[in-house]
């Protein structure tokens, strides 16, 4: 029996040893020392020894039990550690790796544009004045001199919403919005930047939504050499010094006289495919406040003048940028957008 408990001892002992793992060792511990485990089965013949050995056999068997259950538990210990260092091998960060770089967005053109000529007309005294995109017929139309039935209504097809309200078609009702406001004290010097919408079909050179910046000056002796003044400032800063702008005549039915500017192409008054050929392009629509759009906003026509001008952001980004379908702006492809990036 003492034989049969050594052999016992040492083949726990070895497979103890040898486990891989913690389910392993696990299965030994149960069949060594379970109570149906081959140790009980041995003493189970304690039965025939004499009464000196059994004390003995007993002991002998509690010292393997001990020894097997010891070796289990060293063994156990050192293979909790082993997958400690495994993880922790696994997780160890390489922090001279390079890191992985964050996407971050970009201007979009449109506002850059925007932005860049608010600056410009901040830097001359102009203040930023918004108004709602969702407009009453009022103010679109009516306030400027534009009254219900008017035939250049055709000129800016419009959304309706009801009969009543709108989608502006430009962004002159806020200059009528904020004439109001200033209830007949000029001076007001304001833009106003912002979404319009027309009914259009979308092709390369038109939209049914785009932006618009409205420019309006109102004071005593305001005159249209003001005007042809500060557009030229605003041409040469956007463009470059050497540009030129000519004004032609046009009408608007909410400025009189009215004029159409445009300036030199940047092809140096060669022609080329951008100007057709002419050496100019169209940039803004302009002209000196009709009195009836004065009268109705709350100022004295006879006290106060002013010139405002209308032009489009898209347009002058399209000529900036070398852009050829204003659909570009719409559609918002970061392939497109990610051109604008100014940093990688
Ligand atoms: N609102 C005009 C348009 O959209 C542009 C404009 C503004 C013309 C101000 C003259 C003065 O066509």
Known sequence: MEQQLKELQTEALAKAEAAEDLKQLNDIRVAYLGKKGPITEVLKGMGKLSAEERPKMGALANEVRAAVASAIETKQTALEQQAIKKQLEKETIDVTLPGRPVKSGNQHPLTKVVEEIEDLFISMGYSIAEGPEVETDYYNFEALNLPKGHPARDMQDSFYITEDILLRTHTSPVQARTMEKYQGQGPVKII????????????????????????????????????????????????????????????FPFTEPSVEVDVTCMCGGE?????????????????????????????????????????????????????????????????????FAEHE
């Open 192 to 251: 106003c930047p912002g979404k319009v919408y027309r009914r259009d079909n979308d092709d390369a050179t038109h939209s049914h939504q785009f932006t618009q910046i409205e420019g309006l000056v109102v004071d005593e002796n305001i005159s249209m050499g003001d005007l042809k003044g500060t557009l030229e400032v605003f041409a040469k800063r956007l463009f470059g010094e050497d540009r030129e702008i000519r004004l032609r005549p046009s009408f």
């Open 271 to 339: 022609g080329c495919r951008i100007c057709k050929h002419t050496g100019w392009i169209e940039i803004l629509g302009a002209g000196m406040v009709h009195p009836n759009v004065l009268e109705m906003a709350g100022f004295d026509s006879k006290k106060y003048t002013g010139f405002a001008f209308g032009m489009g952001p898209d347009r002058i980004a399209m000529l900036k940028y070398g852009i050829d379908d204003i659909r570009h702006f719409y559609t918002n492809d970061v392939r497109f957008l990610t051109q």
